[in-house]
């Protein structure tokens, strides 16, 4: 008797559960008479990405253009990362892996720059270098406690990549390290480089990141700025102290050699283990076609040099400018 009624159950559990299956999901089938399909995800509207400040295109410049069909062998460089940018139309002239995040290394200094500078901080003002700022790498060699002025921490951070008197320098706007980093990155969201990030002054943390194309932009909004770009094209520069002179000489290779033709309107080098050697530089060919160039993670630095001025060259003699004289933007 007990079987029989488990049994009756069984099946009467095996109707309705089959009912339950039916009714849930293939409702459409009792009110319409055939299976709808599944509802597809609303459509979100991703809207593009606009470009950096600096890299918006110029309005009624003509922009350089290819003379063939020619494509440049990036196997015959050793960055990892390219960019090229005609100054005066700010049209794309190559492109090689340029979106892929990077740590910046000293280039980071630039932003430095841009910060302090924009903080109205006299040049003349004096600020003594303390413990923190040592924090390795590159340094002019001062003891802590050194006063020096905010011309001559601007120019050896910039010139010499020293990364003591980055610090020092960032110390001269008043704002607490955390602050300084703040606006920093509030510069960079204005700027409207959306991949890049700073953590300190100097570059030395590798979580200072950002990419060619970013650089590039960076390179521009520095380079517009007086102080930066008299800094960038010093080849040497010329420190005094009550214990003697120093003399610091810019890394940027492309600007200290005589030979190689080039006018260089700007530049800044970097250097990490994590990074190998980038470089950005603003440069002009005997015909004043001013170009800025973005290499990063070089072999060695003079790989950066070389790699740079093997893409100008390329540039200057694979595309046409326009004939008539162009005014640009710094």
Same mark, same amino acid.
């Given at each position: 008797?007990?079987?029989?009624? $488990?049994?009756?159950?069984?099946?009467?559990?095996?109707?309705?559960?089959?009912?339950?299956?039916?009714?849930? !999901?293939?409702? $459409?089938? !009792?009110?319409?008479?055939?299976?709808?399909?599944?509802?597809?995800?609303?459509?979100?509207?991703?809207?593009?990405?606009?470009?950096?400040?600096?890299?918006?295109?110029?309005?009624? *410049?003509?922009?350089?253009?290819?003379? $063939?069909?020619?494509?440049?062998?990036?196997?015959?460089?050793?960055?990892?990362?390219?960019?090229?940018?005609?100054?005066?139309?700010?049209?794309?002239?190559?492109?090689?892996?340029?979106?892929?995040?990077?740590?910046?290394?000293?280039?980071?200094?630039?932003?430095?720059?841009?910060?302090? @500078?924009?903080?109205?901080?006299?040049?003349?003002?004096?600020?003594?270098?303390?413990?923190?700022?040592?924090?390795?790498?590159?340094?002019?060699?001062?003891? *802590?406690?050194?006063?020096?002025?905010?011309?001559?921490?601007?120019?050896?951070?910039?010139?010499?990549?020293?990364?003591?008197?980055?610090?020092?320098?960032?110390?001269?706007?008043?704002?607490?390290?955390?602050?300084?980093?703040?606006?920093?990155? =509030?510069?960079?969201?204005k700027f409207g480089l959306g991949k890049t990030t700073f953590?300190?002054? +100097?570059?030395?943390?590798?979580?200072?990141?950002?990419? =060619?194309?970013?650089?590039?932009?960076?390179?521009?909004?520095? &380079?517009? !700025?007086?102080?930066?770009?008299?800094? +960038?094209?010093?080849?040497?520069?010329?420190? $005094? @102290?009550?214990? #003697?002179?120093?003399?610091?000489?810019?890394?940027? #290779?492309?600007? +200290?050699?005589?030979?190689? #033709?080039?006018?260089? @309107? #700007?530049?800044?080098?970097?250097?990490?283990?994590?990074?190998?050697?980038?470089?950005?530089?603003?440069?002009?060919?005997?015909?004043?076609?001013?170009?800025?160039?973005?290499?990063?993670?070089?072999?060695?630095?003079?790989?950066? !040099?070389?790699?740079?001025? +093997?893409?100008?060259?390329?540039?200057?003699?694979?595309?046409?400018?326009?004939?008539?004289?162009?005014? &640009?933007?710094?």
């Amino acid at each position: 008797m007990h079987k029989k009624l $488990s049994a009756c159950y069984a099946q009467i559990l095996g109707i309705t559960c089959a009912l339950v299956v039916v009714t849930f !999901f293939v409702p $459409s089938v !009792f009110a319409q008479g055939e299976p709808s399909a599944v509802p597809a995800p609303p459509l979100v509207a991703v809207a593009p990405q606009d470009p950096p400040r600096a890299l918006r295109l110029m309005p009624h *410049v003509p922009k350089p253009k290819l003379k $063939s069909d020619a494509k440049f062998d990036f196997s015959s460089i050793s960055a990892t990362s390219v960019y090229v940018v005609d100054v005066a139309s700010r049209a794309v002239l190559m492109e090689y892996n340029a979106d892929v995040p990077h740590p910046l290394a000293s280039i980071t200094k630039l932003m430095t720059a841009c910060v302090t @500078l924009d903080y109205s901080v006299p040049l003349s003002k004096k600020i003594s270098v303390i413990a923190k700022d040592e924090v390795g790498g590159a340094r002019l060699r001062v003891n *802590v406690g050194t006063k020096l002025s905010v011309k001559d921490l601007l120019n050896v951070a910039l010139i010499g990549s020293a990364n003591n008197t980055a610090n020092a320098l960032a110390r001269a706007t008043n704002l607490s390290r955390n602050d300084f980093v703040a606006e920093m990155n =509030a510069k960079a969201k204005k700027f409207g480089l959306g991949k890049t990030t700073f953590t300190e002054p +100097t570059g030395i943390d590798t979580a200072n990141v950002s990419t =060619a194309k970013e650089i590039a932009a960076l390179g521009l909004e520095a &380079f517009a !700025f007086p102080d930066i770009r008299r800094a +960038t094209t010093t080849a040497r520069y010329f420190v $005094s @102290l009550a214990s #003697g002179a120093r003399t610091v000489k810019n890394t940027n #290779g492309l600007l +200290t050699d005589e030979r190689n #033709g080039l006018y260089v @309107l #700007g530049g800044k080098t970097g250097y990490l283990v994590e990074s190998q050697w980038n470089l950005v530089v603003k440069m002009r060919d005997a015909r004043s076609r001013p170009i800025e160039v973005v290499v990063l993670g070089a072999e060695t630095q003079k790989q950066s !040099f070389r790699d740079a001025e +093997t893409i100008a060259r390329w540039v200057w003699s694979h595309y046409a400018w326009s004939s008539r004289p162009l005014s &640009f933007r710094p």
